[in-house]
C-alpha cells in the first residue's frame, strides 16, 4: 500500500502561482509513476501530469503545458505541482496519484493510489 497526502491548495489571483506537494509514504519502493490529476465541479477527473519516479521524465497535459512545472525530491518521497500563470479553468481539487505499474499503456489514466485532493481555487 502506498500513502499519499496533498498539501498547498488554496486560492490564488488569475495569473499568480501556487505549488502543490504531495507526500508518499507505505511501500514507495515500488511506484514507477507519480501524477497530478484534476477536477472540477460537475466534471470528470482529467490529468494534469506524470514523472517516472526514478528518472524524472515528465509529461503533461496540453491545456496545462508551459504553465505548471511537475517534479520530484526523490529522497524525500515527495512530488510538487509548480502551477504558474493560473486560470480560473485551473480551479478544481488536485489528486496526487501513484502507479506501481512497470510499464503503463496510458499514462493519463493513473495507478491505484489517490490521496484525498486539495483544493485550488482561482479567481478572476
Known amino acids: 500500500q502506498v500513502q499519499l497526502v496533498e498539501s498547498g491548495g488554496g486560492l490564488v489571483q488569475a495569473g499568480g502561482s501556487l505549488r502543490l506537494s504531495c507526500l508518499a509514504s507505505?511501500?514507495?519502493?515500488?511506484?514507477?509513476?507519480m501524477g497530478w490529476f484534476r477536477q472540477a465541479p460537475g466534471q470528470e477527473r482529467e490529468f494534469v501530469a506524470t514523472?517516472?519516479?526514478?528518472?524524472?521524465?515528465?509529461y503533461y497535459a496540453d491545456s496545462v503545458k508551459d504553465r505548471f512545472t511537475i517534479s520530484r525530491d526523490y529522497a524525500k518521497n515527495t512530488m510538487y505541482l509548480q502551477m504558474n500563470i493560473v486560470k480560473p479553468e485551473d480551479t478544481a481539487v488536485y489528486y496526487c496519484?501513484?502507479?506501481?505499474?512497470?510499464?503503463?499503456?496510458?499514462?493519463?489514466?493513473?495507478?491505484?493510489?489517490w490521496g484525498q485532493g486539495t483544493q485550488v481555487t482561482v479567481s478572476s
Open positions: 496519484n501513484a502507479d506501481q505499474t512497470l510499464s503503463p499503456i496510458d499514462l493519463t489514466a493513473g495507478g491505484d493510489y
Open positions: 507505505g511501500r514507495t519502493y515500488g511506484v514507477t509513476y
Open positions: 514523472i517516472k519516479w526514478r528518472d524524472g521524465s515528465t
